[in-house]
C-alpha cells in the first residue's frame, strides 16, 4: 500500500501558496480601483479645466464690451443725450457685474479642478503601490511553486520573505508614507 501520509512540508508550501494568492487577488483589485479612479479624476479634471476656460471667454467679452462702451462714452463726452449716458452707464454696471461674477465662478472652477489633480496624482501613486505590491506577491507565488517542484526549503523560505517587499508597498499604497 502506497504511503498516504501527507508531508508537511508541502502542506505548508500549499496553505502559503494559496494565501498569497489569495492577497494577490485583493491586491489586483485595489490595482483596478485605483488606476481606474485616477483615469477618472482625470477626466473630471480636464473637464474642470475647460469649463474654466469658457467662464474666462465669456468674462473677456464682457469686459470687451465694457471697454468699448467706455471707449464710446469719452469720445462723446459732451455731445451724448443724458438718456443714453444713463443707459450705458446701466449697461457697463451689468457688465462689471457679469465680469466679477464670472470671477468668482472661475475661482469655484479652478479650486475644484485642482483638488481633483490632487486626487488624480494620488490616485496614482496608489495604483503604482499596489502594482509593486502585486509584483512582489507574483515572485513570491513564483519561488513557492518552485520550492514545491524542487522540494527545496531555501526557496520556499525565499518567497516568504518577498511577500515583505508585497507588504512595505500595499501599506504605502493605502498610508501613502513613502
Known amino acids: 500500500m502506497a504511503d498516504t501520509k501527507p508531508d508537511r512540508?508541502?502542506?505548508?508550501?500549499?496553505?502559503?501558496?494559496?494565501?498569497?494568492?489569495?492577497?494577490?487577488?485583493?491586491?489586483?483589485?485595489?490595482?483596478?480601483?485605483?488606476?481606474s479612479r485616477a483615469v477618472l479624476h482625470q477626466g473630471e479634471e480636464t473637464d474642470m479645466w475647460a469649463y474654466y476656460q469658457a467662464k474666462s471667454i465669456k468674462q473677456h467679452a464682457y469686459e470687451m464690451q465694457r471697454e468699448k462702451v467706455e471707449?464710446?462714452?469719452?469720445?462723446?463726452?459732451?455731445n451724448i443725450p443724458k438718456e443714453a449716458r444713463e443707459k450705458a452707464e446701466r449697461m457697463l454696471a451689468r457688465y462689471g457685474k457679469n465680469i466679477d461674477r464670472y470671477e468668482v465662478e472661475k475661482s469655484e472652477i479652478k479650486e475644484k479642478a485642482e483638488t481633483l489633480?490632487?486626487?488624480?496624482?494620488?490616485a496614482t501613486a496608489r495604483a503604482g503601490n499596489f502594482g509593486y505590491a502585486l509584483i512582489f506577491l507574483q515572485i513570491a507565488i513564483m519561488l513557492s511553486s518552485l520550492a514545491a517542484l524542487t522540494k527545496r526549503k531555501e526557496l520556499w523560505?525565499?518567497?516568504?520573505?518577498?511577500?515583505?517587499?508585497?507588504?512595505?508597498?500595499?501599506l504605502d499604497a493605502i498610508l501613502l508614507f513613502y
Open 117 to 122: 489633480a490632487k486626487e488624480k496624482k494620488e
Open 157 to 170: 523560505v525565499l518567497g516568504l520573505a518577498t511577500t515583505s517587499g508585497w507588504l512595505f508597498y500595499f
Open 9 to 35: 512540508f508541502m502542506t505548508w508550501i500549499a496553505l502559503t501558496t494559496a494565501v498569497m494568492a489569495v492577497l494577490a487577488a485583493i491586491t489586483t483589485l485595489y490595482v483596478g480601483k485605483y488606476s
Open 71 to 78: 471707449q464710446e462714452l469719452l469720445a462723446q463726452a459732451g
